[in-house]
């Protein structure tokens, strides 16, 4: 029997073929989204341990926050520097700083991008431990001198000689440029910008006088790296507040730092995988169950023979087996390709991820492989079970249509999916869980997806209405032939379904979060202009600057607006950082108790809600740590309800801090009759000073901070892309099986006279009805799962349900264009029906 | 002869599958005409080329050599959509099975190729060869719901609707049985005497070709002779005698 089905399934190949495609699509992003993961995780491995190479032991201090985002840690005084080298063991070992800095080129613009590749400012050393070899010209020495990575210099045509202008921390300079730098043997990790100073003048100008990152150490060869770090450890002062790691901890903690960042995206990732395969599961299910009923007679002509039900069903698993191991492992090799996509994807929408080579693991394959194998067979297993039950006699009559037996079975049960869908969804909305929120939308598409057979000929008779008015018989060939076989029209409709369902839940969910940026960011800036700087947590508007805009003559007031990481306590948030000063009447966080402009340097604002949770009214005290370790107990002051962070303090709590306080916004109003041009000239003379922030009037503002969700929506789109694919290529295939199926049909269509063209339009029509039901239903579908998130997200800020209008058109119309496009290759297949072998062989 | 009389014919017809050792000669200059008013049966054994022959006159198919004409047109100079246009308005069928569109109503089925052109037709001469087929109460049914001799005649209605120069009918009884199959040839008849329609039907049964005015019979690709005013006794008579 193995023989036979291995033969049977050669033997068709055209059927092998596109059940294959099925598989390939579904397992691809699977395979392609390990690849890719494992290649990013690689590539990171190889740049932190090629960056930490010659870095036995890593002392640094002991002060950090975890956010859940990425550490920060606090500085670690110079003076720690003179107590490392008299280590016994210790041949070298130098200061580190990865701060905030850019390179302003020479037309004046910054290099680099705020959403690229940071821009570092670090220290050059003539030190065996440091990292940076001098490539040519000199080490800098003293504050007029200073060192660029041999990229940089490269990209901004510097040369030994010019003069660069820098922005940091403390301001804009001018240096002399008297050396080109080389990282190891890479001219610039990651893509990165790197200015390089004398020790000195990098904490001064980066940080704070007498600070740096971390040192960087090397042994002299006696001692084993964990006995070095031992004996540095004890040597630190304990006031310091010091800690030694061994280069391999270091190296090592710093990669998973990264990937666990990095988990949160791959996880994503593979949440988009499972999608498509799913969807890629319905195609599969699709094809075996209209090849079933079309080898219905070969079936019965083996029943007939003598073959047992059980060989006839173990044949088509048999032929699933063998369908699903190849396509899967072609599905493999597509993913190999599809990971560059991903990769390019995420370029294309900013989110730059460094991938060097192609890394693929064994697991990798054998997962695709297998899931793919196993998905086929689960999807094969009910046809072949239909196939089983064929009765011999079958095979002397002539195929049926197949109808949806059992309706009222499959009503019950798709209603009572619905019910516990719609319960969850309920209880989601009032608060519960957000497992249940899951599960509900979970339960609400099944239902959906059962009940489909049940309304797909309703609905498609309605969808074809006007096409039959328009087109006449063609029209209602094609408004019949989308009806007469609703279960197959419900599965080729069920991946657009899916695909429409959540590109639209998706982009309800952004138009809601957008309004409620408007609204949070229209109520509480009150200005005329805004200077932000998108810089992903890293560096930013430095203070003085605001504090120059805010002393222009031709500005009434400047605030700015920062975000940074503190323990508040038992949490670590990103807290509001503020100037309780300059905020009046310019940036509103809506009190509910207390007064913004009073708030304190030992005074805590907490957003309303977040007070009732965590028990912390009014006149409270919460302890709060800083990155530097400072702890503190801060006084409740008041509650507001509009802010994006739950915690708001006043900026004066960082005075004489080493944490470099940066601002994300600074909001501006101008003085009464300066004209906008004006304004404009002399608020940018400032701001293009220091290379960064983008001007906006309050209007411009409030639309490029809501335009920023677009690209995480840009992102969504692009993985639900391939999902899309799938669905058009699940209705190419079963509208190609429908012609080879109906082939006597159109034979005899094309015999009493209806010309290609009609043919053409017939196949088109049927496609786009069925690729139309699958939208509308899956429109109706998003909507619904789009309120329920809304509603039950209500906590985290979002408050109001945005009906997309436009974008849900522009789905509709979408996806009557999928189904034009996928009956292109069918309807070409249909007109070249020979009439001859179609009518008179029988 | 009249040309204006003739309703179909074949100027030195050849078709030729094949090339070479494997060549087969189906149709081998065959020159034959079909008059217009008459019922003409095509006879011949399995592979005599009749059905080649009538697929050809009727633009199912095209010739290796020679030329066919519906009328005065010949086909031969015609586009696919040219071909398709006259098989839609001048000419119509009835097949063995497959005859009709399964999602489409009996009434559908016989005004689909007026539909095709987007034409009403003659509603009264419809109306007439609805009656003729005496289906009127089982119009708006499926074909699924008809029997077999009710499905062939639903097709043969088709065929007269848009009122054809000629209309071919390939064995259209061949899967009915013999009272079915009976009653579908007098009304066959019937369309010829009384509604002055043309038809030419190929047939190996010599009861069904006995209902024709003529019959030209066919082997080996050649036009083997012909009769007219045929018999069942006749027609069986004149096999045997081609046979050897």
Known sequence: MFRLSLKMTLARKGRLLLTSLAIILGTSFLSGTSIFSATINSTFDRLFTDIFREVDAYVRSTNSVDTGFGEQRASSPVSALETILKVSGVSAAVGDMQSYARVIGKDGKPLGEDQGPPTFGGIASSSAAGLWNVETGRLPVGP??????RATSEAGKFVIGDTVRVNALTGTREFSLVGIANYGDISSPGGATFALFDQPTASEFLLKPGFVDAFLVQGDGTLSDEELAKAINAKLLRSDKLETLTGAQITEETTSQIKKVLGFFTTFLTAFSFIALGVGCFVIYNVFSITAAQRQRESALLRALGASRRQVTNSLIIEAVIVGVLGSILGFIAGIGLSQALSALLNAIGLEIPTTGLTINTSAIVSTVLVGTVITTLSAILPALRSGRVPPLAAMRETALDTVTG???RVRIGVLFLVVGVVGLLAAANGAKVIFLGLGVLAVFAGVLVLGPAISRPVAMLLGKPISKIRGVTGVMSQQNAA?????????????????ALVTAFTALAASIKGEIRETIGSSFRGDYALSVDSRGFGGIPTIITDKIDQLPEVA????VGFIAAKVGDESPFILVFNPKTAKGLYDLEMIEGRQSSLGKNEILIEQD????????????VQVTLIDGRTMQLKVAG?????????????????GSTTPLFDSFVYISTVEGVSDENARKTISAISSDIGIGTLESRNEYIDSQAAQVNQILALIYGLLFLSVIIAIVGIIITLLLSVFERRHEIGLLRAVGMTRSQVRTMIRWESVITSLFGAVTGVLLGIVTGVVIVISLNESGIRGFTLPITSTIFILIGSFIIGVIAAVFPAWRATRTNIISSIASN | MNSTRIAARAESASKIYGSGENEVRALDNVSVSFERGKFSAIMGPSGSGKSTLMHCIAGLDSLTQGKVFIGETDLSELSDKEITKLRREKVGFVFQSFNLIPTLSAYENITLPLSLGKKSGDEAWIKQVIDTISLNDRLEHRPSELSGGQQQRVAVARALATQPEIIFADEPTGNLDSKSGSDILKFMRRAVTDLKQTILMVTHDAVSASYADRIVFLADGHVAGEMLEPTPEKVLDYLKHLGE
């Open chain 1, 144 to 149: 007029k001198e200073m060192m660029l990575d």
């Open chain 1, 407 to 409: 309706l009222g079975r």
């Open chain 1, 484 to 500: 007469r076989n609703p279960k197959r029209t419900a599965r080729t409709a069920a991946p657009v379904l899916i695909g429409v």
């Open chain 1, 557 to 560: 007031t400047a605030t700015g």
């Open chain 1, 610 to 621: 977040k007070s009732i949770k965590k028990k912390l009214p009014v006149g409270s005290s």
């Open chain 1, 639 to 655: 509650t507001y309800k509009n802010a994006y962070g739950n915690y708001a303090v006043s900026r004066e709590l960082f005075e």
